[in-house]
């Protein structure tokens, strides 16, 4: 999960935290023990939500794992090159289709609600026939071209299987915006359960690639796609005439999160691209091999954006903006301790888990662990004066934050990971986060001191 995105999640959080602190005020003591009640409903709904990303972060990790260890890097290298892509097209739909559905859904009412899910199903599915194009014409260009034959099959294949992965993200989506965890879970256990069976067949074959990984969460996300239109079949309902102004007030909802997305989507993930560029595949098999050690602190940031947005909130409703900062600010100290100790430990034996997952191959890269465990705790000291711009209603800082994190990238970080490869790709993000986080304190003062 990127930090913009536990920033929205813990961003509506927030503002939900507030308004239930001021109903809780109002309430008598008959509703006070319905409201537990609700309360308890989601807890289970966050603890859900939260296993959910774990299925989905799990499988990806252990599918990089398969490919690392039994296959070429450049095989390993290929994956990556491909999975950095489709998070770009993710963001895209995210921002088209994703959070305006989110934000929009739930004002919607009984039929409505099912036309609405209607119109933005067939958004994604054109969104999704858009990509496939796309990537066909890439992969013919880039084979009458026949300068890397390598790229030109990557992007057919991901012209079928990121499409369809594409969709499978978007079916998760769904289930969370209409506060269906459980049925997301279900998405994701049946998506992992027939991707690793799928890649541990084609492995026992001797066939393990990086195309046949892709075909093979390609198949799996097409058969979970045809039991999905099946079954949520009664909560859609197409009618044609609304798709367009349905499109029209989804694209209002979410013009700026595209604008501000993509920049900051382009600004890392663009990163591999480069590295390709410069030192090969190799070196972009060592980069996402050594993101396989460094995964492991997403749990840690999901749990740290689910409590910090909630905090912000109450500090803000009760203290005011000044109490505001004063939590951002022991927030940002909290989480430096706490990813500052976890990066202590990468640093210690970030390399050795690194060998032990991936094999002798990608033995002795301490130093590009180090470095991505660096950009990692700059990223997340960056959480908390975001959230509370979010709670002062100063999100434009999100698209000056994007902007100013790009520049950074196609300045010194173009210089850093041409200089230092892989780690510098580590060096590159701590560059950026850090100019972003700059800034965001920036206007967070700004504010303060205009209430």
Excluded at 348 to 374: C, H, I, K, N, T
Aim: charged share 10%; hydrophobic share 55%.
């Amino acid at each position: 999960m990127s930090t913009q995105e536990i920033m929205v999640s813990a961003g509506a959080a927030a503002s939900e935290a507030a308004l239930d602190r001021e109903a809780t005020i109002m309430c008598p003591p008959v509703a006070l023990r319905i409201r537990a009640l609700l309360s308890h409903v989601q807890a289970r709904r966050a603890a859900l939500t939260l296993t959910d990303q774990v299925a989905v972060s799990g499988t990806n990790f252990v599918t990089t794992v398969l490919l690392g260890r039994f296959c070429l890097q450049e095989e390993l290298g290929l994956y990556a090159l491909g999975f950095s892509l489709v998070l770009l097209l993710g963001g895209a739909a995210n921002a088209l289709v994703w959070m305006p559905y989110m934000f929009n859904s739930p004002h919607q009412r009984n039929g409505r609600r099912l036309r609405f899910t209607g119109s933005v199903t067939i958004h994604m599915a054109l969104f999704c026939l858009l990509t496939a194009v796309g990537l066909g014409v890439a992969a013919a260009l880039t084979a009458i071209r026949g300068e890397h034959p390598e790229l030109s099959g990557l992007f057919a294949v991901l012209a079928v299987a990121g499409s369809l992965m594409l969709f499978r993200e978007y079916m998760r989506r769904v289930y969370l915006a209409q506060m269906r965890p459980g049925r997301a879970l279900l998405l994701n256990v049946g998506m992992a359960g027939i991707q690793l069976a799928g890649l541990a067949t084609v492995m026992r074959r001797g066939m393990l690639s990086s195309h046949s990984a892709y075909w093979v969460i390609g198949a799996s996300c097409a058969l979970l796609t045809a039991a999905w239109l099946v079954t949520e079949r009664t909560r859609m309902k197409v009618c044609w005439h609304a798709v367009v102004p349905d499109w029209r007030r989804n694209w209002k909802t979410g013009r700026w999160i595209f604008a501000g997305s993509m920049v900051r989507l382009v600004s890392t993930d663009i990163y591999p691209w480069l590295l390709a560029a410069f030192h090969g595949l190799p070196a972009v098999a060592v980069l996402a091999a050594a993101r396989g050690v460094i995964v492991f602190a997403n749990p840690l940031l999901l749990g740290i954006g689910n409590f910090a947005g909630p905090f912000a909130a109450h500090a803000c409703a009760d203290h005011g903006l000044r109490g505001l900062r004063q939590r951002v600010f022991w927030g940002t100290v909290a989480i430096a301790a706490i990813m500052g100790t976890f990066c202590a430990a990468v640093f210690m034996w970030g390399a050795d888990v690194m060998e032990l997952l991936f094999g002798s191959r990608y033995a002795g890269q301490a130093g590009v662990v180090r470095a991505l465990a660096l950009g990692q705790l700059v990223e997340a000291m960056c959480i908390p004066v975001g959230l509370g711009l979010l709670v002062a209603q100063r999100a434009n800082y999100e698209l000056i934050g994007a902007v100013v994190q790009l520049a950074a990238m196609v300045s010194a970080g173009l210089w850093l990971v041409w200089h230092f490869g892989p780690a510098g790709v580590g060096y590159g993000s701590a560059v950026a986060y850090l100019a972003t986080g700059i800034i965001g304190w920036i206007g967070f003062e700004r504010t303060i001191r205009r209430a």
